[in-house]
C-alpha cells in the first residue's frame, strides 16, 4: 500500500496577510515539480482567501487548509468559522482537535468529534490530531489516551468517509517544546494508531490512511522521522514559520 507523504505546515496565530503570502509563495516555489509527495499549509482564517489566491488553484503545488472549523453551516456561534465559508475562499482542508484547541481552549473529543463529522459532511479534508500529555505518558495511559480520541474522534464516520481523513499524532510534551519523540517513539504510536484504525474499520482502509506526525519537526529529524514504517507525513509549527526549515522539510529523503 502506497501512501502519498504529507508534509503539512500549521502557522498557528502567527504572520500578517501580507507576511503570510509571502511565506505561502516562497513555500509554493520550493513545492514545484514535486509529485511523489504532498504540501499543506494552515494560515490563519484572516489569511486564507489571501493565500489561496496567491498560490491555491487546482493545479497549485501546495494545498491551503484552515486550522478549525464549525459544525454547522451559519448560525448564532460567535467566533466561529464554518465550512462553506471557508469553500468560498477556496479551502478544502482543515485541522482539527489540534492540542491547543483541546488543552488551551477545552475542546474535548465530543466536540472534536462534532467538528469532523461536519467537515466532512461538508467536503471538507480533515486532518484529525491526538495526543498524550506528558503526564498521561509517565502514567502510561499514551495508548489509551490516543485510542480515546481515535474512538471518540471518529464516531459515527463511515468507511467512505474515512478515506479523506489524515491522522496527526502530536504527543504533546513535543509541540513548541524542542523535544522530539524519537523515531522508535514515533513509530510505536503510529503502529498503535493503524492497528486502532484496523479494528475500527478494517485493514485495507487503515492502510491507505495518512498518518503523520508533529511536535518538534525540524530540518535535522525530518529523514530519520520519514524513514518509519508508518510515519506518513509531518504537521510543522516552529519550522513551518521559517521559509529555509519548511523548504528541506520538505524536501526530506
Ligand atoms: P511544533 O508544533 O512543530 O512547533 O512543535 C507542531 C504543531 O503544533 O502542530
Known sequence: MTRKPLIAGNWKMYLTRAEAV??????????????????MIAPAFTSLAAVQEAVGGADAPIRVAAQNVAWEKQGAFTGEISAPMLQDVGVDMVILGHSERRHVFGEDNAMVNRRLVGALEFGLTPILCVGETLEEREQGNTFKTVEEQ???????????????????YE?????????TASKEQAQEVHAFIRSTLVALYKK????????LYGGSVKPENIDSL?????????????AALDAESFARIINFT
Open 171 to 179: 504527543p504533546v510534551w513535543a509541540i513548541g517544546t524542542g523535544k
Open 204 to 211: 485495507t482502509l487503515a492502510d491507505s490512511v495518512r498518518i
Open 22 to 39: 509571502e511565506l505561502a509563495s516562497a513555500v509554493a516555489a520550493s513545492s514545484k515539480g514535486l509529485t511523489d509527495r504532498e504540501v
Open 226 to 238: 520519514m524513514a518509519q514504517p508508518d510515519v506518513d507525513g509531518a504537521l510543522v509549527g516552529g
Open 150 to 168: 481515535l474512538s471518540q474522534g471518529l464516531k459515527n464516520v463511515q468507511a467512505d468517509q474515512m478515506e479523506q481523513v489524515v491522522v496527526a
